[in-house]
């Protein structure tokens, strides 16, 4: 079976390091990739978002199985085009994908079908959702409707920064189109995890629970950024919240976009906000999490293959999946200066040492070779990941492992799954 992957960070190499496992796969694919999912895959120079490109290459190249990593393509409608081509891929159709493409379609949704998530309320006039900030308590979250690369999300403390945080959205529209409409929402207090699933449209399969570490710095202070590093299980989700996610969230949302005449199939992942054992959604995206998909995967037992195809085909049904029941922590090393500006084309140093260590796996998010030199090619640049008997020795190996790399201008958090042992000790 020949399968592309599409994609090129952390969790796209995470994705080729579990299909690549499958007794099943003869050739896979990656566009456009990186330095270390080339070193186990054909890397395509195709990008992401030239889905033309992408269904011309599948057609051309017989891929039994396409499957997506960002939410771009999801949005863009890659699904769709490449089944009116009649090729086999692996992800939620565009409508299906607006769930993470409009936060205001995805929270009416959640209103509409009774699944608990912060009260909010909707806008596409500037004064009125200024006049709205005006009449109610603070703190508040203003978000801009459409993808901003997680970045459109600004929790507000008083209403000056409120008003603000709207202009921003809405009248520099320092988020594009994605600031046409805006979002004003009660602000939610807890611990947050991700609870990210796999779907037919009709069965619902729960993945390892998750968690990620957003902002940049240690202590969770500092810009949020696509994720500074994971870890799985949450500890959070217990068996009683776990319940509840699926009885209150997984299953009534997954129902309602039927229900709406979007079935859907693919991913299915939920960012919650957990309050004295209640669980509520701030978001749902479209696809599998990054850096979260690190960890799932090296926990994940068995062949991931089969369970795609039923996504696809419509025939999930029941099973769980087998994990092992070791802990996974992945740190992000990073470029200095990320998630603002940063240098690029550093040599990274000690992978041949890490490589070979046991229960320890570095996925390659902004990397590039030159010559016989692996360099820094982006802001988040590793993802440097291990099993381990609790969180305490997962935690310790990552790290030990994280120490053997470097290179000039590193940076990465000292505190990851520091919320997991606050939990267990
Ligand atoms: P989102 O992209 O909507 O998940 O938001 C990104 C981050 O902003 C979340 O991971 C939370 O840390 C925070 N956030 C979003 N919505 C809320 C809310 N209603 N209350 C508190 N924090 C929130």
Known sequence: MKVLVVGGGGREHSLVWKMGQSPRVTELFCAPGNAGIAEMAECIDISATDLEDLAEFAENN?????????????????????????????????????????????????????????????????????????????????????????????????????????????????????????????FLVGEEASFIALTDSKTVIPLASSQDHKPVYDGDKGPNTGGMGAYSPAPVVTEEVHKKIMDEIMIPTIKGMASEGRPYRGVLYGGLMITDGQ?????????????????????????????????????????????????????????????????????????????????????????????????????????????????????????SAVKTVEWDGVYYRSDIGKRALDRLE
């Open 62 to 186: 017989k891929i039994d199985l396409t499957v997506v990593g960002p939410e771009l393509p999801l949005t863009m409608g890659i699904v769709d085009l490449f089944e009116e081509r009649g090729l086999r891929i692996f992800g939620p159709h565009r409508e299906a994908a607006e769930i993470e493409g409009s936060k205001v379609f995805c929270k009416d949704l959640l209103d509409k079908y009774g699944v608990p998530t912060a009260r909010y309320r909707a806008f596409d006039n500037r004064d009125e959702a200024a006049a709205y900030i005006e009449s109610i308590g603070m703190p508040v979250v203003v978000k801009a409707d459409g993808l901003a690369a997680g970045k459109g999300v600004i929790p507000s403390m008083t209403k000056e920064d409120a008003l603000r945080a709207l202009d921003t959205i809405m009248v520099e529209r320092a988020f594009g189109d994605a600031g046409k409409q805006v979002l004003i929402e009660e």
């Open 279 to 399: 669980p509520k959604v701030l978001e749902f995206n479209a696809r599998f999490g990054d850096p979260e998909n690190q960890p799932i995967m090296m926990r994940m037992k068995g062949d991931m293959i089969p369970l795609l195809e039923a996504c696809i085909d419509g025939n999930l049904r029941g099973g769980l999946i087998d994990w092992d029941p070791r802990w996974a922590v992945c740190v992000v090393m990073a470029s200095e200066g990320y998630p603002g500006s940063y240098e690029k084309n550093k040599v990274i140093r000690g992978l041949d040492r890490v490589a070979e260590m046991q229960d320890v796996f570095v996925f390659h998010a902004g990397t590039a070779r030159i010559g016989e030199e692996i360099v820094t090619n982006g802001g988040r640049v590793l993802g440097v990941t291990a099993l381990g008997e609790g969180a305490r020795g997962a935690i310790d190996l990552a790290y």
